[in-house]
């Protein structure tokens, strides 16, 4: 069952990236819409593992 969420995951990531990309190309208005909630996820993902990273080490500048 894990496998089937995983491989639907993976799924997801990669057309995201394709519509990111296509989008960049000038695609139509839905692949430009799914392109930014793309890299919308991806910026949520990328701050909370700074987030994450900043906790484990007990740090607290935020110059990362």
Known sequence: ????????????????????????????RWVRAVATLTLAASELVRRSGKNRRRSINGTSSGDD
């Open 1 to 28: 069952m894990i496998g089937l969420v995983l491989c639907g995951v993976l799924a997801l990531t990669v057309a995201g990236c394709a519509c990111v990309v296509w989008a960049e190309r000038g695609g139509p």
